[in-house]
């Protein structure tokens, strides 16, 4: 074998006909006892099969097949112009000859290797004596039956003979089956991709007598089984033994009342050849049935192809009711059931006709209720389960009806065409009068009505009428109604025949809502359909039909006709009551009011009878109602002339006081005019032969009024978009952009539009606009409402900002004027200007308004800011400064600054109703200084949570300790007292009833220490003490001082004491009386500073809050008075000054960090009188006081919060 890329040997034939081909040479030599047939389905002139000879290969002949002959050498030549792996198909064909106990050959090996390039079919044809079963034991792996293709390319397939392929058998390799038991003629065959490797050895053969299958079992005398082989299968006796010699036949066997009889089958697979089917009798009383289920052994015959019949036989006047658990799908005869279980049900009436119906199995159709004799065949398939199904007889119920017709009313109850059996009856005495197709009820009395079937509505249609004669002045009936009560549930058809003097009208008058005119024979939407018919010398002729909700608002007939209504009977009645009187003389066969609506409408008429043929030489007239302002024009759609035998066709058009105008059908009609008018049309005698009048018209109505017109271009205003949308009443504004009626407008950003507006007043048009603010290319931003297009008409209503952040961003709002005021109960906003917060899937933030306690709000995700104003030609912002910070971790977090006068409310979002699953919302409030603030929970709202708890915590600013933490599900106080600035946070969980949502009050109070009030009592006391113990010295003192001629000192705020006493007994080198703690550089360096003067009022006062120098020995100290903050008393003497109220400001509450106490020096500094820095280096500080310095509390910074 070798390939060969160009085929330069295949000489000039080939040369022109392949341009690029694929070939292939090799040499073949089937082995004995095979027939090699190769063959491709491309034409010769693209591929072709050659043999070629010689020595330089030389092709002798070409073909597109190729049966190679056994044991003989033959050189082939491929040449394709597509790949020849799959181009060609290879069939190797042997046969396996056996006798009646052996085959020849016992192990069929193949032949592998011949040609393995291709497609390759191995075929084993057996052959074998009658009665003979050939066994074909699978060498390697065993197989499985499959439908599908074989993952690894090989592919067995069986069946039981050669001329009859319908049976075929597909297997796989990997499966359990390892033998095959096939008759004479069989045929197994082994499909293979190219270059597949087939083993050597595949089959190994044997043979043996045939041995049938033999069944037992059991038939009943109520059953009759039939046992039939199709003629297109091979031969297969069944056999049964009666008495002593067996009974057989190779085509039919029936059975019935048969116990335990045994059934051979002269084949392996009977169940291919033969089929079943099974006969059983069901008999029914009027109320039971013998057996009460159609069911059979589900054993009996299941690997056969089973058609299982039950005849079901009942008295007369009897309902079968068949029930089927697994229900039924109804399918047309012509449909076949995929999973092969297919059910006919037929059923004979009482005239011999036989209505059938079929059904799949599995589907909603589970009861069936029949009338008659039934016979229900199912077809199962091979090995397929039957479910059974129950049957039960009842008497067949009839219906009675009592019935009392009005007056010169006529009921007529007629059979409409239907398969059911069923009459209708009138009871009298002392036999009923029954009728198949037709009753007539004419007296005004009580009637009782009987339906031989329980569902007559499905077999009658009831027609109701009533004659109404008017005179020349009025008419018997004013009112037109319909009878609701009669007949309810069935089609019905209610009639009016009315009836005047030969010179006048009548005429009908529709409610305000009127009527619309449709085409005849169509039906109204909600089934209540109108016809108007008249009684013309020439026959009846339609006016037309009509539905609920138009614009015909009368018609006047000449004479006679009659009114009609149509409703289904599953349809509510509900029709319209039409007034009913005598109308004026006229030459018209009708006249038709039309009341034309305002706005742009159409509205389509026909002529009478349409499509048919208008009557001869007879007019109608249409006087049409046109509102002020508006211009009609006349369109003739579909209109057929007529051959008139006398006078012609006019059409003629007249308003008030105005001359007629007459046109014919191919005039053009009016256009484009104002004012009411009425059409005429009239026809002339025709040639009936031949194509009447017809005319199908519509009249257009638009305003003739000047629309208001804009161009609005949003390319100038970078993510602006505006909305246009009605919010009145008047259904005659006329919204468009660019031409397009619309009922809302919307101009994209970016883009240019042309509106215009007609009849909308401004009060009935809302303007929104809206902008896309885009986080990710700026970082901080100004809500400023742009300058839109001035021709707009309406005021701008509200403005949308729409702030987009990343995933991890946050979107920080912050009031221009420094703080806004949400708009809760109790601290409603009266303002002008008002803006909602709401997150980018629209859930609430809040409405706020300017001038209030919160200083920020901070939302995690994309955000959306509505403006709304009274007037925002005179205020367009700023309204919001908005910037885009870090990622927080809760959804929404507002800080507000409480007021003191007046208590504060905080609401969570979209308050009243509750926040969002899992959301977490958090409150900054800062206090003013020696302020605490009491908060009380007003109003709580706690949901029963699915997933997760709810939770109130409170926590103080710098503390990781919570002061209160609250569940849904645990009770606690309502009422909280916070000393300091304090954060509040609420969580929601998962709820699975209710939502969660609070409303807080904060009030602020002023801090009272009751210890320093103690304390400066105290003090105040032993101050009194000690002044009056020092009066008591400097009494004795002077007292002494007379006796004594030595001098002494008094020292006010030290102790008394005498030169002589020797109080100092250390040195001043020995003592620390000249260490200080700290010296105040604004007095050892304040005149070389510049600034003393500004520090001049500093020093007016006493000194407080700073050091003072050595007053004297530390061994008996005074008592040191504190004087505690308290809050001032108006009207009450004060014997000492508070320190906040002295000339020296006290010191800033901000913590000083140590560097900057005056207890620390800076290395930096040069040893010079201004201490100059002599370094830019880092801060190196030296402790200068002996005093330990007390710990500084944490500062906190908003970037802390």
């Known amino acids: ?68 002959p056994p044991e003989e050498e033959v050189k082939l030549l491929f040449n394709c112009s597509q790949p020849i792996e799959q181009a060609y198909t290879v069939t190797i064909t042997r046969t396996i000859e056996c006798t009646k106990d052996t085959c020849n050959p016992t192990t069929e090996k193949g032949q592998p290797s011949i040609l393995k390039e291709f497609s390759r079919t191995f075929t084993w044809e057996l052959k074998a004596p009658e009665k003979t079963v050939v066994s074909l034991d699978i060498l390697g792996d065993g197989l499985i039956e499959t439908s599908q293709p074989c993952p690894n390319g090989f592919q067995y397939s069986v069946t039981a003979s050669k001329t009859n392929t319908k049976g075929r058998t597909q297997y796989c390799q990997g499966g359990s089956v390892t033998r095959f038991d096939l008759p004479n003629g069989a045929v197994v065959s082994l499909h293979v991709k190219p270059k597949a490797q087939v083993d050597s050895l595949l089959f190994q053969a044997s043979a043996g007598p045939l041995k049938g299958r033999t069944m037992l079992l059991s038939v009943d005398s109520g059953t009759t089984v039939v046992v039939s082989r199709d003629p297109d299968e091979p031969e297969c006796e069944v056999c049964y033994v009666d008495g002593s010699t067996p009974n057989c036949s190779p ?41 009460p289920a159609g069911e059979v052994d589900p054993d009996l015959f299941q690997d056969f192809k089973r058609s299982l019949t039950w005849d079901i036989s009942v008295p007369e006047r009897t309902v079968l009711t068949l029930d089927f658990p697994g229900g039924l799908k109804e399918m047309s005869e012509a449909e076949n059931c995929q999973n092969g279980h297919q059910y006919s049900v037929s059923t004979t009436k009482s005239d011999g006709k036989i209505r059938t119906n079929s059904y799949c199995k599995g589907g909603t159709v589970s009861h069936l209720d029949l009338l008659g004799a039934t016979t229900v065949t199912v077809e199962v398939p091979k090995g397929g389960e039957l479910d059974s199904f129950t049957v039960k007889a009842a008497p067949r119920g009839g219906r009675m009806m009592p019935v009392l017709p009005d007056p010169n009313t006529v009921i007529t109850i007629s059979r409409v065409p239907s398969d059911i059996d069923c009459s209708v009856c009138e009871k009298k005495e002392p036999t009923s009068i029954c009728k198949p197709t037709q009753l007539i009820l004419r007296d005004p009395r009580h009637t009782t009505v009987e339906f031989t079937c329980p569902q007559p509505q499905d077999v009658f249609s009831v027609e109701i009428n009533r004659k109404i004669d008017c005179t020349e002045a009025s008419c018997s009936g004013n009112i037109v109604q319909a009878e609701s009560s009669l007949f309810p549930d069935f089609n019905r058809t209610f009639t009016w025949d009315l009836k005047v003097v030969s010179t006048r009208t009548f005429q009908l008058d529709f409610p305000e809502t009127g009527m619309r005119q449709i085409p005849n024979e169509e039906t109204c939407p909600d089934e209540h359909t109108y016809s108007v018919v008249i009684y013309l010398r020439t026959g009846p002729a339609t006016i037309g039909t009509f539905c609920k909700g138009g614009t015909v608002t009368t018609i006047l007939a000449r004479y006679k006709g009659r009114v009609s209504l149509q409703v289904p009977g599953d349809r509510k009645l509900d029709p319209f009551d039409f007034k009913l009187s005598v109308g004026p003389e006229t030459s018209m066969a009708a006249i038709v009011n039309v009341n034309l609506p305002r706005g742009v409408s159409d509205t389509d008429f026909i002529t009478a009878n349409y499509p048919r043929d208008f009557p001869d030489s007879q007019q109608m007239q249409w006087d049409f109602m046109v509102p002020g302002m508006h211009n009609y024009t006349m369109h003739f759609h579909d209109h057929t002339a007529p051959e008139c035998l006398n006078s012609d066709v006019e059409v ?35 040639n009936r032969t031949l194509q009447g009048l017809t005319l199908n018209f519509r009249v257009s109505v638009m305003r003739s009024g000047h629309p208001v017109l804009c161009a609005v271009d949003l390319t100038k205003h970078q993510g602006v978009s505006v909305q246009v949308e009605k919010v009145g009443s008047d259904p005659y504004c006329e919204m468009r952009i660019n031409s397009k009626v619309e009922e809302k407008i919307n101009v994209a950003a970016g883009t240019k539009a042309d509106l215009s507006f007609l009849d909308c007043p401004n009060e009935d048009m809302r303007l929104t606009a809206s902008k896309v603010i885009d986080g990710m290319s700026c970082s901080a931003t100004v809500l400023i409402v742009p300058q839109l297009d001035s021709c707009l008409p309406m005021p701008l209503h509200s403005f949308t900002w729409h702030l987009t952040v990343p995933q991890d961003g946050t979107v920080d709002l912050v009031s221009p004027t420094g703080s806004l005021q949400q708009s809760l109960p109790g601290q409603e906003c009266n303002q002008s200007v008002s803006l909602h ?30 403006a709304t104003a009274e007037d ?108 300091r600035s304090f954060y509040l946070t609420m969580s929601n969980c998962m709820p699975e009833k209710g939502h969660f949502g609070a409303l807080t009050k904060i009030d602020l109070q002023k801090e009272n220490n009751l210890l320093a009030i103690l304390l400066g009592v105290m003090g105040a006391i032993l101050l009194l003490l000690i002044v009056l113990a020092s009066v008591c010295l400097v009494a004795k003192k002077k007292k002494k001082d007379k006796m004594n001629k030595e001098s002494s000192i008094f020292i006010s705020k030290g102790n008394i004491f005498r030169p002589s006493d020797r109080h100092f007994t250390k040195t001043r080198s020995d003592n620390e009386s000249h260490v200080y703690a700290s010296i105040d550089e604004t007095m050892a360096y304040g005149h070389l500073l510049g600034y003393a003067d500004s520090m001049q009022d500093h020093f007016n006062g006493m000194q407080v809050d700073s050091y003072n ?35 020296i400001p006290s010191r800033p509450r901000t913590p000083i960090d140590r560097q900057d106490s005056f207890g620390f020096q800076d290395r930096r500094m040069v040893d010079n009188e201004l201490y100059t820095f002599k370094s830019t280096g880092d801060i190196n500080t030296i402790r200068l006081s002996g005093v330990d310095m007390e710990p500084q509390p944490p500062i906190i910074t908003e970037d802390s919060l």
């Open 1 to 68: 074998m070798r390939l060969c890329a160009t085929c330069p040997l295949l000489g000039l034939l080939f040369l022109t006909v392949f341009d690029s081909s694929e070939c292939l040479q090799t040499t073949v030599r089937p082995d004995k006892g095979s027939t090699v047939m190769v063959f491709t389905e491309l034409p010769l002139d693209q591929c072709a099969l050659c043999t070629v000879s010689g020595v330089n290969d030389t092709p002798t002949s070409c073909h597109s097949s190729l049966s190679l």
């Open 251 to 291: 085509t039919e066997k029936t059975l019935t009342n048969v116990e335990k009889l045994s059934l051979e089958f002269s084949c392996l697979k009977p169940q291919d050849v033969y089929s079943v089917k099974i006969r059983k009798k069901i008999e029914c009383t009027q109320k039971t049935c013998t057996p």
């Open 652 to 686: 003629e058009y007249q308003k008030e006081d105005k001359k007629m105008t007459r046109l014919t059908l191919m005039d053009s009609q009016p256009q484009h005019q104002q004012g009411n008018f009425n059409m005429v049309l009239k026809n002339c005698e025709t």
């Open 837 to 866: 917060v709401a997150e980018g899937d629209g859930f609430s933030v809040g409405d706020f308004c300017f001038e209030g306690i919160v200083q920020k709000v901070q939302v995690h995700g994309n955000v959306s800011v509505t």
């Open 872 to 979: 925002f030609s005179k205020t367009r912002g700023p309204f919001l400064n908005a910037s885009f910070s870090e990622e927080i971790p809760e959804s929404i977090i507002y800080r507000v600054s409480p007021q003191i006068l007046s208590p504060t409310l905080l609401a969570t979002p979209n308050w009243p109703q509750g926040m969002k699953p899992f959301s977490t919302v958090s409150w900054i409030v800062t206090l003013p200084s020696q302020y605490q603030a009491h908060m009380q929970f007003v109003n709580v709202s706690q949901p029963k949570c699915s997933d997760g708890h709810t939770a109130i915590k409170v926590k103080m600013l710098g503390d990781n300790e919570e002061i209160m933490t609250r569940r849904e599900d645990k009770l606690s106080e309502d009422m909280l007292t916070v000393t």
């Open 1109 to 1143: 120098t050595f007053i004297g020995p530390t061994d008996a100290k005074l008592p040191v008075i504190k004087e505690p903050d308290h809050d001032p008393e108006m009207d009450q003497f004060k014997p000492f000054l508070n320190p906040s109220e002295s000339f």
